[in-house]
T-cell receptor, first 115, second 111 residues
Framework: EAQVTQNPRYLITVTGKKLTVTCSQN?????MSWYRQDPGLGLRQIYY???????DKGDVPEGYKVSRKEKRNFPLILESPSPNQTSLYFC??????????????FGSGTRLTVV | GQQLNQSPQSMFIQEGEDVSMNCTSS?????WLWYKQEPGEGPVLLIA?????ELTSNGRLTAQFGITRKDSFLNISASIPSDVGIYFC???????????FGTGTRLKVLA
């Protein structure tokens, strides 16, 4: 089954304790992205990657890091989490722009609480 | 960052009623997407639109790419309880890979 898999689904952590949210896709998509979803603000892009070793900032990158060493994986790293990073996070992937574009496929989300 | 203006923010309707929602932008888009998010899940693509004026259906859902390329509409006919969720629009600007998402329309259907 074609899917984007995120782990964990739920995470409660303390301020300052480094954490990583993993994301993996099995569709051979070039383009991967991280979003956070907050009430009233919709989905805001954190970082995106156009292919292996190619990443760039989205609209709200502060406090986050990413890496893309393999095509299928795109982990999100919070080096020193703070309470304002409490949110629902989604990883998404799609083919790069061109013919046959199909839109994003999203993971099921990671609900992060930083206390 | 830029965000789309999506309205209404929320809707409470009776089962069987038709639903309309829309997104507007100050700039033109090349592509419009409509997604639905159910509780506890990620958004799922419903309809993709690729050119101005395009009208596309997916079952009881119909979406249109506005002729000015700055807006899009989603209609749901004869709503049923499983239509409950948050509906998001997303647009892609010319010359970019980036998608901008609307703030969502929360739909509740009363049986």
């Amino acid at each position: 089954e074609a899917q984007v898999t995120q782990n964990p689904r739920y995470l409660i952590t303390v301020t300052g304790k480094k954490l990583t949210v993993t994301c993996s896709q099995n569709m051979n998509h070039e383009y991967m992205s991280w979003y956070r979803q907050d009430p009233g603000l919709g989905l805001r892009q954190i970082y995106y990657s156009m292919n292996v070793e190619v990443t760039d900032k989205g609209d709200v990158p502060e406090g986050y890091k990413v890496s893309r060493k393999e095509k299928r994986n795109f982990p999100l790293i919070l080096e020193s989490p703070s309470p304002n990073q409490t949110s629902l996070y989604f990883c998404a992937s799609r083919r790069s722009s061109g013919t046959g574009f199909s839109g994003y496929t999203f993971g099921s989300g990671t609900r992060l609480t930083v206390v | 960052g830029q965000q789309l203006n999506q309205s209404p923010q929320s809707m409470f309707i009776q089962e069987g009623e038709d639903v309309s929602m829309n997104c507007t932008s100050s700039s033109i888009f090349n592509t419009w997407l409509w997604y639905k998010q159910e509780p506890g899940e990620g958004p799922v693509l419903l309809i993709a639109l690729y050119k101005a004026g395009e009208l596309t259906s997916n079952g009881r859902l119909t979406a249109q790419f506005g002729i000015t390329r700055k807006d899009s509409f989603l209609n749901i006919s004869a709503s049923i309880p499983s239509d409950v969720g948050i509906y998001f629009c997303a647009g892609q600007s010319p010359g970019t890979y980036k998608y901008i998402f609307g703030t969502g329309t929360r739909l509740k259907v009363l049986a």
